[in-house]
């Protein structure tokens, strides 16, 4: 079995397709003011994302662009500006976030364990450096915002995930040391497998198996927004994302 795990930005609406970002050459999402090149303040998030290098100088594809607005809670929903329009997460469509990733393999298999971090490019365990992260898994296939998400997801609440320089924040309550967000188990082919109690059939999903849900291939969608906490480009950034697949 050949299995592969790559990263793709979402650049457009539905119809446009993805491109694939070349994270082995050191290629990956930056985060700018109101363009390339242009600085984020201290404090603010960002107002663009670009597919660049490691130094952030490389003028790649422009991606949707996801800012956090308010992070909510496990009772309140955040909000997200998502290229410029704020809507709550639970509203998100998995088009409009910049990163697409995307697991296959050549025959069909389920994933479980799938876990996201936030670190420094050099030890999961790490931190990155001058910079806090907001994270959020969208499980929406409908390209309309009228919808809730599907009932099939790895979190209940519908909030962002802070990693932060040491502290990290999961609707509301504060950890320390390295955190690992679970995404959900067995997504299937773009996102679009939900369970048994699913019930908006306006949301587009074409299964309902769960986590026994096998595939070639696996989608997750990840908003992502960043705040940096000192001047200066943050090269101390990356991103770390691992699972378990089965037959």
Same mark, same amino acid.
């Given at each position: 079995?050949?299995?592969?795990?790559?990263?793709?930005?979402?650049?457009?609406?539905?119809?446009?397709?993805?491109?694939?970002?070349?994270?082995? !050459?050191?290629?990956?999402?930056?985060?700018?003011?109101?363009?390339?090149?242009?600085?984020?303040?201290?404090?603010?998030?960002?107002?663009?994302?670009?597919?660049?290098?490691?130094?952030?100088?490389?003028?790649?594809?422009?991606?949707?662009?996801?800012?956090?607005?308010? $992070?909510?809670?496990?009772?309140?929903?955040?909000?997200?500006?998502?290229?410029?329009?704020?809507?709550? +997460?639970?509203?998100?469509?998995?088009?409009?976030?910049? +990163?697409?990733?995307?697991?296959? =393999?050549?025959?069909?298999?389920?994933?479980?364990?799938?876990?996201?971090?936030?670190?420094?490019?050099?030890?999961?365990?790490?931190?990155?450096?001058? $910079?806090?992260?907001?994270?959020?898994?969208?499980?929406?296939?409908?390209?309309?915002?009228?919808?809730?998400?599907?009932?099939?997801?790895?979190?209940?609440?519908?909030?962002?995930?802070?990693?932060? !320089?040491? $502290? =990290? $924040?999961?609707?509301?309550?504060?950890?320390?040391?390295?955190? !690992?967000?679970?995404?959900?188990?067995?997504?299937?082919?773009?996102?679009?497998?939900?369970?048994?109690?699913?019930?908006?059939?306006? +949301?587009?999903?074409?299964?309902? !198996?769960?986590?026994?849900?096998?595939?070639?291939?696996?989608?997750?969608?990840?908003?992502?927004?960043?705040?940096?906490?000192?001047?200066?480009?943050?090269?101390?950034?990356? +991103?770390?994302?691992?699972?378990?697949?089965?037959?």
């Amino acid at each position: 079995m050949a299995a592969s795990l790559k990263f793709y930005a979402n650049i457009g609406d539905p119809d446009t397709a993805e491109s694939e970002i070349r994270h082995v !050459e050191g290629y990956g999402l930056g985060f700018y003011g109101l363009g390339h090149g242009l600085s984020v303040p201290v404090g603010s998030v960002q107002n663009t994302t670009f597919v660049t290098d490691g130094a952030g100088t490389h003028n790649g594809v422009q991606c949707n662009n996801t800012s956090m607005v308010t $992070v909510g809670d496990g009772t309140t929903p955040g909000t997200v500006s998502a290229n410029g329009v704020t809507i709550s +997460l639970q509203n998100l469509p998995n088009y409009l976030c910049p +990163l697409n990733i995307r697991f296959t =393999n050549d025959d069909p298999v389920r994933v479980q364990n799938c876990k996201l971090r936030i670190f420094d490019r050099d030890n999961p365990e790490n931190p990155a450096s001058g $910079v806090t992260t907001y994270v959020y898994e969208a499980r929406h296939p409908a390209a309309e915002t009228g919808y809730s998400n599907l009932h099939f997801r790895s979190r209940t609440n519908n909030s962002w995930v802070e990693f932060g !320089e040491g $502290v =990290n $924040v999961i609707d509301g309550n504060t950890f320390e040391g390295a955190l !690992e967000m679970a995404f959900t188990p067995s997504p299937g082919t773009n996102g679009e497998n939900s369970d048994s109690l699913e019930t908006d059939t306006n +949301l587009g999903y074409t299964s309902t !198996e769960g986590v026994e849900h096998a595939s070639t291939q696996h989608d997750w969608y990840v908003a992502i927004s960043a705040e940096p906490t000192s001047i200066g480009s943050k090269t101390n950034y990356g +991103l770390f994302f691992t699972l378990e697949y089965l037959a």
